[in-house]
């Protein structure tokens, strides 16, 4: 008997749906879910639908009967991309950390927001590291971060156009940074052309952060490295700390492709 949610039976049904095919190969008929999953065969009929025209299963004449679509697939190699990315990734932010001396993040694109999936410390704290707010699954406005404008730089015009449609989304924590599409363009076109990204004060008040892309191996900006410290505390070469994050981004680039 498949589990049901009490307040959404449709919901708990159609994912028994999906669970089900994706433990067996090649198609199975509606009728056969039915009997297996104890749901009434119109409810089945009718999730199926639903799940076909989205592209989750794909019914197939010839057999009958229904398998698994794109869409569930992209969603399972959307997760097995990020976890080769975060295995892949984790010992040269810890390289980075150490050698640079400063906490350094993983972050991809989520939307028009930035999603951390990774914190590296360096081995010894120093003056420059602030209370930060970039935990792991924290998701902030991806135009006001040096990690999320490291992707974005790098994006498609109409990709960012899409992403940044309405003047609404362009939302201010600190009173500053782009109101508005073109000021957007403007600003990633510079950073585009260095090869990395940067923000100041744009968080938080005090506090300016660096980011440099991540390309997977057909050259799609599909992640960033990024590290924040104090504004007023003078480092003593920049372009070193710099440096570091590029040839970090630089070697994950690397080892995705």
């Not at 104890?38 to 989205?54: A, K």
């Amino acid at each position: 008997m498949a589990n049901e949610s009490s307040t959404s039976p449709a919901v708990g049904r159609a994912l028994d749906i999906l669970t089900y095919l994706a433990q067996r190969t090649g198609t199975v008929g509606a009728s056969t879910m039915a009997r297996d999953l104890g749901v009434p065969r119109s409810s089945v009929y009718h999730i199926l639908t639903v799940l076909t025209e989205r592209g989750f299963t794909v019914y197939v004449p010839e057999a009958r009967g229904y398998a698994l679509g794109a869409a569930a697939y992209q969603l399972s190699s959307a997760f097995t991309l990020h976890d080769q990315l975060e295995r892949l990734a984790r010992p040269v932010l810890r390289t980075v950390a150490a050698a640079a001396g400063i906490t350094v993040h993983l972050g991809i694109l989520r939307g028009a927001s930035t999603l951390y999936l990774l914190k590296e410390y360096p081995p010894k704290t120093s003056e420059l590291e602030p209370a930060l707010v970039t935990a792991i699954g924290v998701l902030l406005p991806a135009q006001l971060t040096a990690n999320g404008r490291a992707i974005l730089a790098q994006l498609p015009p109409e990709q960012l156009r899409a992403l940044y449609s309405k003047p609404g989304d362009f939302v201010s924590r600190t009173g500053r940074g782009p109101r508005s599409l073109g000021e957007l363009q403007t600003a990633l076109a510079l950073e585009r052309a260095q090869g990395w990204s940067e923000e100041i004060e744009l968080i938080a008040a005090g506090l300016r952060s660096a980011g440099a892309p991540i390309f997977d191996l057909h050259g799609q900006p599909i992640a960033a490295l990024s590290c924040t410290w104090r504004s007023r505390v003078a480092l003593r070469d920049p372009p070193e700390l710099i440096a570091h994050l590029v040839e970090g981004a630089k070697e994950i680039t690397r080892r995705l492709r």
